[in-house]
């Protein structure tokens, strides 16, 4: 497979996507409702917390709602809410990825929690906080399901993805790509950290699978999916008639040329993945309709709309600034339609 996602992209509109004052917005995924809108499931949680690792404690996946994929989408309610330490994802959600499947709503996420104090105003927030560290260790990937896209939303009692000590995701699960087989079957691809010592290993990717969506899940490559030397991120897949295909961020930029740029992976099986030989998927660099063109502090957490079969708009969490977390003084999901695509690239 050989096509560049960069060159289909269109201007950017300005006042498109999702924001909202006083927030750090992240993670957006759109689908279309029965009611013929666009409803973007994305991560939010307070301004007074640090952008980094704020979310990891005071995440919250919320819908937001549009007449048209380019937005502006606006805040309907906050649909996996905090629900209690007890709960394994009692205390932060985040990472959505929303799918319409056979008259359901498949809301696959990250959950997290903490036996600590809730974080109020004024608190300092750092790595080597005790809830940052408890909360990083509890992330774990879940699944809630719905009849409409209005919900009510019911969240499984566990999470579909457990750790598994001794192994590459001994530490924890993230970052969930899913995707519908034709039988209604799931290949389920997820961020995981190796447990080291008492702190966690580098980023690494899995495989699972489940013959529905709502599980079992079992893992089905006992190795990450790619070595340590490929450092990728924030992975997007989908089924194309070679099998498999995958948009991911590229951490160090040793991959695709640009750091936190995008890499383009294929697959047949959906377990054995190499780069493409155009491997270069996108850029931090995106051209507005305002006719500026600017390079984002961060773009992360690529999301591909499909419509009727073929990709017609990307979202993705950006931000402001010269780059890093720590840099960024907005955050928002923005969007990027995209021209007509090649047989190579629809969805199968």
């Known amino acids: 497979m050989s096509f560049s996602l960069k060159e289909r992209m269109l201007p950017a509109p300005v006042g498109g996507g999702f924001r909202m004052e006083?927030?750090?917005?992240?993670?957006?995924?759109?689908?279309?409702?029965?009611?013929?809108?666009?409803?973007?499931?994305?991560?939010?949680?307070?301004?007074?917390l640090p952008m980094h690792p704020g979310w990891l404690i005071r995440s919250e996946i919320v819908r937001a709602v549009s007449d048209t994929p380019e937005g502006p989408y606006e805040y309907a309610e906050t649909v996996l809410p905090a629900r209690g330490a007890e709960y394994w994802d009692g205390r932060s959600t985040h990472n959505p990825h929303i799918i319409r499947h056979n008259g359901k709503f498949l809301l696959y996420y990250m959950g997290s929690t903490h036996p600590f104090a809730e974080a109020e105003p004024g608190d300092t927030v750092e790595m080597d906080d005790c809830r940052v560290i408890a909360a990083r260790a509890g992330k774990r990937v879940g699944l809630a399901v719905a009849d409409s896209v209005l919900g009510p939303w019911k969240r499984m009692d566990a999470p579909i993805l457990p750790v598994r000590p001794g192994k590459f995701d001994s530490y924890l699960t993230s970052n969930p790509a899913p995707c519908i087989r034709e039988d209604g079957s799931v290949l389920l691809i997820y961020k995981a950290r190796r447990y080291e010592g008492h702190t966690y290993g580098k980023m690494t990717l899995g495989a699972a699978e489940a013959d529905t969506p709502e599980g079992p899940y079992h893992v089905i490559s006992e190795q990450p999916l790619f070595p340590p030397q490929v450092h990728v991120e924030d992975p997007f897949i989908w089924r194309t008639e070679e099998g498999y295909a995958m948009i991911a961020k590229d951490m160090e930029g040793h991959l695709c040329g640009e750091k936190h740029g995008g890499i383009l992976a294929v697959s047949v099986n959906?377990?054995?993945?190499?780069?493409?030989?155009?491997?270069?998927?996108?850029?931090?660099?995106?051209?507005w309709d305002d006719g500026q063109e600017r390079v984002m502090g961060s773009f992360e957490r690529p999301f591909l709309l499909f419509q009727d079969g073929k990709p017609t708009h990307m979202f993705a969490a950006v931000a402001d600034g010269p780059g890093g977390f720590r840099q960024a003084e907005n955050t928002w999901n923005m969007v990027i339609p995209l021209s007509a695509a090649s047989d190579a690239f629809k969805e199968d």
């Not at 759109?30 to 973007?40: A, L, N, T």
């Not at 959906?270 to 051209?287: C, E, H, M, N």
């Open 270 to 287: 959906g377990t054995d993945w190499k780069l493409a030989d155009s491997r270069k998927a996108y850029s931090r660099t995106v051209v």
């Open 22 to 48: 006083n927030w750090w917005v992240w993670c957006g995924s759109v689908v279309r409702g029965e009611d013929g809108r666009y409803h973007m499931f994305a991560s939010r949680w307070p301004k007074w």
